[in-house]
Structures are given as C-alpha cells and as structure tokens.
C-alpha cells in the first residue's frame, strides 16, 4: 500500500466518512457508465467539514457528476442552508438530483444544466453569494473559474479546487 493510501485507510476508519446515500450516489455512478472521478470519501467528508466549520450557509459547486460532493456540501452547510450546483451533462443532472432525492437533501439543493462559464453570469445576475466554491469540473477553465468564485464569493470565503496537484506535481 502506498503511503497515501495507508492515510486514506486511518482517515476512512477513524472518520467512517460513507453512508447509505453515498455508497447509492456512487454505485449509481458507476450503474450509469459515468467516469470514475467523484472525489474520494475522505475529500468528501474534508467538504462537508470545511463547509461546517467555517459556518457556510450558501456552498457553490461547479461540477455535480452524480452529485457524491453536491451530498457532502449540502450535509455540511446544515438544515437552513443551501447549494446550487453547476453540471453541463443532463444526464449527469438526472443521476445526481435522483442522489440527492435518496438522501433527503434535494430540498435544499438546484441543479443548474449547462456550461459553467454560461451559467456563472446568471447567478452573478441574480445576486447570488457564496460563502463556500468547490470547483471540480473541466480543469483547463480552473482559473476561469477562481476568478467567478471570487466574484461570487463573500469576503472570507473558502475556495476548493479539487485536483490542483496530481502525479506529484501542480497543474
């Protein structure tokens, strides 16, 4: 075992970081042929504490798949928060809200369809504000992206974006 998976293993069994719902969000990715890319469960419960801790109530995500991080950020931004998510396939779209739906969050979460870098401008039309931006979706836009997290984000908010380090070296 290589030492960040030996990491991953304490993490998963101190952390017990899957439940019903995110097992079922990523058995229904994997039953949809989506590709294999949601982010590990020890990133999902980091989400999911990020968003707890630092007291976001508005989560921002660009990039649902089948929505395993869109569950985390809504879990994390508690009852009275909210997420929007930001997914350019439909069919990803379905398979996510059908997740979210199983996991008794669909309430608290819109899923937005289409291209981010459309998509982006609307909610900056709409006023929306965010304490917390996850960007996991199309990396050669990632800067793109930071820059609208920036504008949609409140002083002090928390910017992740996943897979900034890949191979042992930054992309």
Do not use: C
């Not at 994997?30 to 990133?43: G, K």
């Not at 395993?68 to 996510?96: C, F, K, M, W």
């Not at 608290?108 to 965010?130: H, M, N, Q």
């Amino acid at each position: 075992m290589t030492e960040a998976a030996d990491v991953d293993a304490m993490f998963n069994e101190v952390l017990r970081t899957e439940d019903e719902a995110l097992i079922a969000a990523r058995q229904s990715a994997h039953a949809a042929d989506m590709p294999a890319i949601e982010v590990s469960a020890q990133h999902g419960k980091l989400l999911s504490l990020l968003a707890t801790i630092s007291g976001a109530r508005r989560a921002l995500e660009i990039g649902t798949l089948a929505g395993y991080s869109t569950i985390n950020l809504a879990r994390g931004v508690g009852p009275d928060g909210s997420v929007v998510t930001l997914e350019y396939e439909p069919r990803h779209a379905e398979v996510a809200r059908a997740n979210l739906a199983r996991a008794g969050l669909a309430d608290r979460v819109e899923v937005i369809v289409g291209a981010a870098l459309d998509t982006l401008p609307r909610l900056a039309e709409r006023g929306d504000v965010f304490d917390l931006v996850f960007i996991d979706a199309d990396k050669e836009n990632n800067v793109r992206y930071v820059e609208w997290a920036i504008r949609l984000g409140r002083p002090g908010s928390i910017i992740v974006v996943d897979n900034v380090t890949r191979f042992g070296r930054v992309l």
